[in-house]
């Protein structure tokens, strides 16, 4: 070899050593929780709350920021990759963060129980067990989550590994975590948070990233779209205007096993999806929107026709890419493998005092009913319902720390119009955190206990439903 070959290959060699090093060294990450001002609409400055951060030491590129937004940070990392984050409390009332979808011990989950006060600091420490996808962060403290995240508390929490690195797909400025919000703006151009108790909140304005009539300017090439649904109740029936294919290759918990195409892609308040979109072809300044179609019985205010975002083409290029035909590999769970395969836990939704609960009751802190006890490591089967009550509403329904398989949906024959209005949008196949649950719907999911016992949540994600009490605990026995 040449000492030029030789020296090529060297520095060939030290680049992957490095890069592979950097991307498992541990991140450092500072959070705070503060007020500030920010430009939204022309005129008057908007008050917010957002999640500011730095990064220290390794863990280069750990921290992206969202262009031009008052989202908190994106965090990335590496399955296996070990992060602190030290979170400090400047707003002025308690707070606590959870990793929404990730497998934290309990301590680390940002349970209502350990929110802390103002000038305060909580170190969050832990190893991301989770495979690559597309997580996120929101406070959680008891009655005041909806208030938070509302005000600006959010941000994108991205894991990355290795098989989904070696398909290459979409990435950089082809890759965008885009989070969804309605807001409503007063004259004066501040927040207006107006929930119903028992329908919760729907702004006038639907955001992206914190901005109102959202345009990303695209070249004709495919994105990897990280959509998240970040609203306190309202629920998306996404499609673009242009009938470019709904290509969901992601779900909560990461890659599906195969891409799936959709008609429209329903995404309820804390779901995740991931789409391959595809903009190849389309003409120079074409705008492509994404859009919100309407469907019917799930709640009042639900279900109105709005546009969400609007993709610009701005540039032509050549991509040739292909959609990978195999994504990742999903073990499947089944029944019969379930320790209480014959007597399924069922979480009914009810109403109690005004307001709904579910498993029978309203949050209490520590309070947790004998059917809300497992043992780390078995695989459940969980019945949640949403019977015809007096009201027919939606639920999303969320399990801290879980990433589950939906077994099956069952509908009464009454709410099979309704229904039907939704249905093929379901991204339930893969790992599934959240779920969306229609007026008479039953949900069975299979759930495999983590490893980390203590106390956990699961609730409704209308967060003002949450923070209602349509929350309560599940504890985890070693
Ligand atoms: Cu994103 Cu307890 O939820
Ligand atoms: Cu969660
Ligand atoms: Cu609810």
Redesign the pocket.
């Given at each position: 070899m040449t000492l030029r070959k030789t020296l090529i290959v060297w520095l060939i060699l030290t680049a992957a050593h490095l890069s592979a090093q950097d991307r498992l060294r541990p991140i450092t990450v500072n959070l705070i929780a503060e007020p500030r001002t920010v430009q939204i609409l022309p005129g008057d400055s908007t008050s917010v709350w957002s999640y500011t951060g730095s990064s220290e030491g390794g863990g280069r590129q750990s921290l992206g920021f969202l262009p031009n937004s008052h989202l908190g940070p994106t965090i990335s990392a590496m399955q296996g990759q070990q992060i602190k984050i030290k979170l400090t409390n400047q707003l002025d009332q308690p707070t606590v963060t959870?990793w929404?979808g990730l497998d934290v011990p309990a301590d680390m989950d940002?349970h209502p129980a350990y929110a802390f006060p103002t000038g305060e600091s909580y170190s969050y420490s832990f190893t991301i067990s989770n495979r690559a996808g597309t997580y996120?962060y929101?406070p959680?403290p008891d009655m005041a989550t909806a208030d938070q995240v509302q005000m600006g508390l959010a941000g994108f929490f991205i894991v990355h590994d290795r098989n989904e690195l070696a398909l290459n797909l979409p990435s950089g400025a082809a890759d965008l975590p885009l989070c969804i919000q309605d807001r409503t703006f007063d004259s004066a151009n501040q927040f207006v948070f107006n929930p119903s108790m028992m329908h919760g909140f729907f702004g006038s304005l639907v955001c992206v990233n914190g901005q109102p009539n959202y345009v990303q300017n695209v070249g004709s090439r495919v994105h990897r779209l990280r959509l998240l649904n970040g609203s306190t109740s309202r629920i998306y029936k996404l499609a673009f205007s242009d009938g470019t294919p709904m290509v969901i290759i992601g779900n909560d918990g990461g890659l599906l096993a195969t891409p799936n195409t959709k008609p429209y892609l329903m995404l309820s308040p804390?779901e995740r999806a991931e789409v391959w979109a595809d903009f190849r072809g389309k003409p120079l300044n074409s705008e492509i929107i994404l859009q919100s179609l309407s469907f019917s019985g799930a709640g009042m205010n639900q279900g109105a026709a709005l546009d969400v975002m609007t993709f610009k083409i701005v540039q032509q290029v050549t991509d040739n890419r292909s959609l990978p035909a195999n994504l990742s590999s999903i073990p499947a769970y089944n029944l019969w493998e379930a320790v209480n395969a014959s007597n399924p836990k069922s979480y009914p939704i009810t109403q109690a005092n005004g307001h709904y609960v579910i498993n029978g009751a309203s949050f209490s802190m520590e309070y947790v009913a004998n059917n809300e006890v497992a043992r780390c490591g078995t695989l459940e089967v969980i019945s949640v319902s949403n019977p015809q009550g007096m009201m027919h509403i939606a639920h999303p329904i969320?399990f801290?720390g879980r990433q589950f398989q939906i077994l099956d949906r069952t509908v009464v024959p009454s709410s099979v119009a309704n229904w039907n209005t939704v249905k093929d949008g379901y991204n339930d196949s893969g790992w599934k955190d959240t779920f969306m649950l229609m007026p008479g719907e039953t949900v069975r999911i299979l759930v495999r206990h983590g490893k980390n016992p203590g106390l956990f949540?699961y609730?409704c994600?209308n967060l003002v439903h949450?923070d209602m009490g349509m929350m309560r605990n599940f504890r985890l026995n070693p």
């Open positions: 959870h929404h940002g996120w929101h959680h804390g969320h801290h949540n609730h994600h949450e």
